[in-house]
């Protein structure tokens, strides 16, 4: 399984989140076909343009709790001091990438970031990643 992680500031039009989800396929060169499960963090499960994003992929949105996204911490490759300061974790979209996977899942594209939001992706199946 492929998760898509993602983080945004609040408001976030959903054509920024639509690119940097671009981006991040892109870099993984996969379709968004691919994708099994989108994840944030809880308080950006509700925000309208990750919502239609979601929605325009025709994939499952889950909010992840901060003790779920804490314990991926040690797994991001991504160190944003802001967001360390803000969330508790270094980047929301990694550790809510891994999070979503779980126990052996791992980064195939870390935090690719444009002014209002940024992605990761992460697999389960090494097979998937390129």
Same mark, same amino acid.
């Given at each position: 399984?492929?998760?898509?992680? @993602?983080?945004?500031?609040?408001?976030?039009?959903?054509?920024?989140?639509?690119?940097?989800?671009?981006?991040?396929?892109?870099?993984?060169?996969?379709?968004?076909?691919? !994708?099994?499960? @989108?994840?944030?963090?809880?308080?950006?499960?509700?925000?309208?343009?990750l919502?239609?994003?979601?929605?325009? #992929?025709?994939?499952?949105?889950?909010?992840? !709790?901060?003790?779920?996204?804490t314990?991926?911490?040690?797994?991001?490759?991504?160190?944003?001091?802001?967001?360390?300061? #803000?969330?508790?974790?270094?980047?929301?979209?990694?550790?809510?990438?891994?999070?979503?996977?779980?126990?052996?899942?791992?980064?195939?594209?870390?935090?690719?970031?444009?002014?209002?939001?940024?992605?990761?992706?992460?697999?389960?199946?090494?097979?998937?990643?390129?």
């Amino acid at each position: 399984m492929i998760a898509l992680g @993602i983080g945004c500031r609040r408001n976030a039009p959903v054509e920024d989140i639509e690119a940097v989800i671009a981006q991040v396929l892109n870099a993984a060169s996969l379709t968004a076909a691919a !994708i099994g499960i @989108i994840a944030t963090e809880n308080d950006k499960a509700t925000e309208p343009g990750l919502v239609e994003a979601a929605r325009r #992929l025709d994939r499952p949105l889950r909010g992840l !709790i901060a003790s779920e996204l804490t314990r991926m911490s040690d797994f991001a490759v991504t160190r944003s001091e802001r967001v360390q300061r #803000l969330k508790g974790v270094p980047s929301v979209a990694e550790t809510a990438a891994l999070a979503a996977i779980g126990r052996g899942g791992r980064l195939i594209v870390p935090r690719v970031a444009n002014a209002t939001a940024t992605c990761a992706l992460a697999s389960d199946d090494a097979e998937q990643a390129t």
